[in-house]
């Protein structure tokens, strides 16, 4: 059985708000707990003027005090601009208030253009390299230290005898190699990278994974971009709009909204735009709910998981809404 997430960015919509997009993800997490669905995770983007979710692990205390048992997680803290011991204080505060419903899914892309990099690493004379961030992070919360760490004398507080779920997110090996070694749990962006070099990340994750006291065994997730209508007509109309938020939101000149399907149809696109937009087609499931349900499973199959995760991130909250509710119903999740 599949066991489906969501992943939610705060999109802003047109004519819109930040303020409104939060709560409508706060309605939709409510939402998604109802439903049966296991995980809400939420987004770290800087100066990306259409999304509102900047701070995953300020929203996602307002997120797991308004739902009863899904569990919610950051998707994800970019590590290298942070400390390590501040975000494992973090998400022990988290773990502590709200007991094996946190997850800590961390990344190491900046989420942000290189002004945005440089305002948040200021002050900083050294960066550590990323792979002794992610050691540092997880003994910092298992309170395993190799013998001869820098900091093996400190303890990230409060201390507390739950975990959160440790995940590394990415798009590639690299970071696939860093999660086996790790023994953490790893999940791969299709929605970024969807042109093969994820099987063969997930393979290696599994053949190398080395037992840890966060997992035992190796465990996958899979995100990708979903577009859910009723009908597939429907669904194609709703793609427009995200189509056009997709090839801007990769731009130079980022959008300073989620645009309207109505802005989509106005716009006019040049022959590399629509040959962008073809390209990033890969990234995204588009139908009605049984012709999306048989591309997850499909997508599952192909990776060997039985953990997906919907990046619902199209315009309308309305759409969003009825989009997780669609799916929930076509895969029978069992309702709260």
Excluded: C
Aim: negative net charge; charged residues 25%; without cysteine.
């Amino acid at each position: 059985m599949i066991s489906l997430n969501i992943l939610d960015y705060s999109p802003i919509d047109e004519k819109s708000n930040a303020r409104e997009a939060l709560l409508q993800t706060t309605e939709l997490a409510k939402k998604a707990d109802k439903l049966g669905y296991s995980r809400f995770w939420v987004s770290e983007h800087h100066q990306m003027l259409s999304l509102a979710g900047s701070n995953p692990e300020m929203l996602m205390m307002h997120l797991v005090a308004s739902t009863n048992r899904i569990r919610i997680g950051s998707g994800g803290v970019m590590l290298p601009h942070y400390s390590s011991y501040k975000v494992a204080e973090n998400f022990r505060m988290l773990e502590a208030l709200y007991p094996n419903r946190i997850d800590l899914g961390i990344g190491r892309a900046p989420g942000a253009n290189s002004l945005v990099t440089y305002a948040l690493n200021e002050e900083k004379t050294r960066p550590l390299p990323y792979e002794q961030q992610v050691i540092d992070l997880k003994s910092y919360l298992t309170d395993k230290f190799p013998e001869d760490h820098r900091f093996r004398q400190l303890t990230a507080t409060p201390v507390i005898d739950t975990k959160p779920e440790m995940w590394i997110l990415g798009g590639g090996g690299g970071s696939a190699q860093i999660a086996a070694e790790n023994g953490t749990a790893f999940t791969f962006a299709h929605f970024i990278n969807p042109f093969g070099d994820g099987l063969a990340a997930v393979r290696h994750y599994k053949e190398n994974f080395k037992p840890s006291t966060l997992f035992e065994n190796p465990k996958v997730m899979i995100g990708v971009f979903a577009v859910v209508a009723e009908t597939n007509e429907e669904a194609e109309e709703i793609a427009k709009a995200f189509d056009l938020w997709l090839l801007k939101a990769e731009s130079v000149q980022t959008p300073n909204f989620y645009p309207s399907i109505q802005t989509a149809i106005d716009y006019e696109y040049s022959s590399l735009e629509l040959e962008r937009i073809s390209r990033n087609r890969n990234r995204v499931v588009v139908g009605d709910p049984k012709t999306v349900k048989k591309q997850i499973e499909k997508l599952a199959q192909l990776y060997g998981t039985n953990e997906i995760t919907i990046l619902p991130n199209i315009s309308g909250a309305h759409n969003r809404m009825k989009s997780i509710e669609l799916l929930a119903e076509e895969f029978n999740l069992p309702k709260q």
